[in-house]
C-alpha cells in the first residue's frame, strides 16, 4: 500500500496548476462544464499513468536498492524543475468539442511532466508498481477533476504561481534528503 498513497499523494501534489489541468480549468471556463471534458482527462490521466508505471515495472530489475532510491531522487527534484519553470500558456481555442482531440491535447501536456516522471519512479522503487500507476492516476485525476470543478482557482493572479514555488521547494528538499539517505551520507 504505500506504493499507493505515496504515488497519489506524489502526483497530485507535483502536478498542482500543470499545464493539463491549466488547459482543463481554460477549457471548463471557455466552453462550460463539459463531461467529455472530464472523462478526457481521466482516460488520459489512466494511460499516461499506466504508461508510466510499466516503463517504471520495466526498469525495476535493472536497478539496485540505492538507484531506485536516487531514481526517486532525480524524479523528486525534475519535479520540483518543473514546477518552478514560468510556462506561459497559449489562449484555449477548441472549435471541435472532440473527445479525441483533446484526450491527444491531454496526453502531451502529460507526456514527460514531472508527476508522469514520479509515476514511473516509484513504480520502480517500489515492489508493486500496478498500486503505483493506480495512485497515480487517481491523483493527476484528482487535480484535473479540481481544475474542471473549479477553473477560477487556476486563473493567473499569482496565488497558483507561488503555491508551484512552494510546492517546488518542497520537492527539492525532499529530492536532496532522498539522495543523502541513497547515499548514505548521514548516520
Do not use: C, H, N
Request: no cysteine; aromatic share 10%.
Amino acid at each position: 500500500m504505500p506504493a499507493f498513497f505515496l504515488t497519489l499523494l506524489a502526483t497530485a501534489i507535483a502536478s498542482a496548476g500543470a499545464r493539463d489541468q491549466i488547459l482543463v480549468a481554460r477549457l471548463t471556463t471557455a466552453l462550460g462544464p463539459s463531461r467529455v471534458l472530464l472523462s478526457a482527462g481521466f482516460v488520459a490521466s489512466a494511460l499516461s499513468a499506466a504508461f508510466a508505471a510499466w516503463l517504471g515495472s520495466l526498469v525495476a530489475d535493472w536497478l539496485a536498492g540505492d538507484a531506485k532510491s536516487m531514481l526517486v531522487a532525480i524524479a523528486l527534484l525534475l519535479a520540483a524543475f518543473e514546477l518552478s519553470w514560468p510556462w506561459r500558456a497559449q489562449e484555449v481555442i477548441e472549435p471541435t468539442r472532440s473527445f479525441f482531440a483533446t484526450l491527444v491535447v491531454l496526453l502531451a501536456r502529460q507526456a514527460g511532466d514531472g508527476a508522469r516522471f514520479l509515476i514511473f519512479a516509484l513504480a520502480a522503487a517500489m515492489p508493486y508498481p500496478l498500486l503505483a500507476g493506480i495512485g497515480g492516476f487517481l491523483g493527476s485525476s484528482a487535480m484535473l477533476a479540481l481544475a474542471w470543478s473549479s477553473p477560477a482557482l487556476f486563473e493567473r493572479d499569482g496565488t497558483l504561481r507561488r503555491l508551484r514555488q512552494l510546492v517546488a521547494l518542497v520537492l527539492l528538499v525532499a529530492a536532496i534528503a532522498t539522495a543523502i539517505a541513497a547515499r548514505r551520507l548521514l548516520g
